[in-house]
């Protein structure tokens, strides 16, 4: 199955680095972070299956051996979605039928300043953290006999993670392009395993988040860059509830995005919940609302390579 004709392409980090001078962020632990995740994890991405394959009674028994095990390495949130076409990147092509979504949260104790040295680096962690995941899962599919490929959590994947999550039930899509959970709120990170081991999928869900970030406009009112938009875009298509989806000026939000700590303030200034989902449990004192460095914003980019789709806010 190849992506289809409207899927966007893999994002080209190269091409946009480059269109703003290079990579700009030098944080040791970050950079020792990523060097650890290409040496000690991407050689793990296969493995042999074994020839003797574990047959379940039915596929939610299946499934639910999948789930147990994923929670079991750390995952905090997993769900099941059968592939699409229009989950598969431009030009990519894949022959598995289901994916096996793992979200694992990042601490919020981490996000009480932000841009920063701290958050960014929690990033890294946890992108580290759940590749660790994903790798493990996918061993422990092809243990039961299955055969399946990694989808790391850092980036070139084959499929777009957050279309299968959301699918997945994981939440639903925020006014900033980022899924909101409706206990992990948006502060976790996204990886998969993508196999034909028959399995149940899940559901998306309705949890009223879309029609909260109609309402709220905390992540637009602190976007640094002004990226984020007031209206959805009809041009975007549907998400899994068939609203119009909201997109960022990615234009705009790349260029700060790679000068200042990898931003992210938009993930910790969202207030759904009434941010139950931020409150720290292990003793650790925080606060409910970040302290924010908001800089001016560099010049936009449109880089001259082939892109998703994004609308230019107010430009």
Same mark, same amino acid.
């Given at each position: 199955?190849?992506?289809?004709?409207?899927?966007?392409?893999?994002?080209?980090?190269?091409?946009?680095?480059?269109?703003?001078?290079?990579?700009?962020?030098?944080?040791?632990?970050?950079?020792?972070?990523?060097?650890?995740?290409?040496?000690?994890?991407?050689?793990?991405?296969?493995?042999?299956?074994?020839?003797?394959?574990?047959?379940?009674?039915? #596929?939610?028994?299946?499934?639910? =051996?999948? /789930?147990?095990?994923?929670? %079991? @390495? *750390?995952?905090?949130?997993?769900? $099941?979605?059968?592939?699409?076409?229009?989950?598969?990147?431009?030009?990519?092509?894949?022959?598995?039928?289901?994916?096996?979504?793992?979200?694992?949260?990042?601490?919020?104790?981490?996000?009480?300043?932000?841009?920063?040295?701290?958050?960014?680096?929690?990033?890294?962690?946890?992108?580290?953290?759940?590749?660790?995941?994903?790798?493990?899962?996918?061993?422990?599919?092809?243990?039961?006999?299955?055969?399946?490929?990694?989808?790391?959590?850092?980036?070139?994947?084959? #499929?777009?993670?957050?279309?299968? =999550?959301? /699918?997945?039930?994981?939440? %639903? @899509? *925020?006014?900033?392009?980022?899924? $909101?959970?409706?206990?992990?709120?948006?502060?976790?990170?996204?990886?998969?395993?993508?196999?034909?081991?028959?399995?149940?999928?899940?559901?998306?869900?309705?949890?009223?988040?879309?029609?909260?970030?109609?309402?709220?406009?905390?992540?637009?009112?602190?976007?640094?860059?002004?990226?984020?938009?007031?209206?959805?875009?009809?041009?975007?298509?549907?998400?899994?509830?068939?609203?119009?989806?909201?997109?960022?000026?990615?234009?705009?939000?790349?260029?700060?995005?790679?000068?200042?700590?990898?931003?992210?303030?938009?993930?910790?200034?969202?207030?759904?919940?009434?941010?139950?989902?931020?409150?720290?449990?292990?003793?650790?004192?925080?606060?409910?609302?970040?302290?924010?460095?908001?800089?001016?914003?560099?010049?936009?980019?449109?880089?001259?390579?082939?892109?998703?789709?994004?609308?230019?806010?107010?430009?």
């Amino acid at each position: 199955m190849i992506g289809s004709s409207t899927s966007p392409p893999a994002f080209n980090w190269d091409t946009w680095y480059a269109s703003i001078g290079g990579r700009q962020i030098d944080i040791a632990e970050a950079d020792e972070i990523l060097k650890q995740i290409k040496e000690l994890q991407y050689p793990r991405f296969t493995g042999e299956v074994n020839p003797d394959q574990k047959e379940f009674e039915n #596929v939610s028994q299946a499934s639910q =051996a999948i /789930k147990e095990k994923a929670k %079991e @390495l *750390g995952a905090t949130e997993v769900g $099941i979605a059968e592939i699409e076409a229009s989950d598969i990147y431009k030009g990519r092509q894949i022959d598995e039928k289901y994916a096996i979504v793992v979200g694992q949260k990042m601490l919020w104790r981490k996000f009480q300043e932000v841009p920063s040295h701290e958050s960014a680096v929690e990033c890294l962690r946890v992108y580290f953290s759940l590749g660790e995941v994903v790798i493990k899962l996918a061993q422990y599919v092809r243990d039961l006999g299955y055969t399946c490929k990694v989808e790391h959590p850092i980036g070139d994947s084959d #499929v777009l993670h957050i279309p299968l =999550a959301l /699918k997945a039930g994981f939440g %639903e @899509l *925020g006014r900033h392009g980022s899924i $909101i959970h409706p206990t992990m709120g948006p502060l976790f990170r996204l990886g998969s395993v993508i196999t034909c081991m028959p399995l149940k999928t899940d559901q998306p869900i309705d949890a009223g988040i879309a029609k909260f970030c109609d309402i709220c406009r905390a992540c637009r009112i602190y976007c640094p860059a002004k990226a984020i938009p007031d209206d959805r875009s009809p041009e975007a298509g549907k998400d899994h509830l068939g609203n119009d989806r909201y997109m960022v000026d990615t234009g705009k939000c790349f260029p700060y995005f790679a000068k200042h700590n990898y931003c992210s303030i938009c993930l910790p200034v969202c207030v759904y919940q009434h941010k139950e989902w931020a409150k720290d449990y292990e003793g650790f004192k925080t606060k409910l609302f970040p302290e924010i460095n908001m800089e001016d914003p560099p010049k936009p980019v449109d880089p001259e390579a082939a892109k998703h789709w994004y609308p230019k806010v107010k430009r």
